[in-house]
């Protein structure tokens, strides 16, 4: 079921409808590396994250982990100046 597209577009619309109201950041947690990059991949197909980018900066989480602490600290940077 969670691999439904229907499932997937379903989530990507809920968290677009919540980076529209949500002031500052917004977080999105997943069960898995190999998970988060199935949904990122097919929202992108979707353009649910083009549509996302006119609400949010999106940072995504590496397995890497300067690159992840680089993006928790541009996040929190963004959250400061209100984007």
Request: proline share 2%; net charge negative; glycine share 4%.
């Amino acid at each position: 079921v969670r691999s439904d597209p229907a499932v997937i577009r379903n989530f990507g619309n809920l968290l677009l409808e919540l980076a529209k109201v949500t002031p500052d950041g917004l977080l999105c947690f997943f069960t898995s590396y190999a998970y988060m990059e199935e949904i990122v991949s097919q929202w992108n197909d979707m353009d649910i994250l083009k549509l996302l980018t006119k609400y949010k900066l999106l940072f995504i989480e590496t397995q890497n982990v300067a690159e992840t602490a680089q993006a928790l600290a541009n996040y929190r940077t963004a959250c400061d100046v209100g984007r």
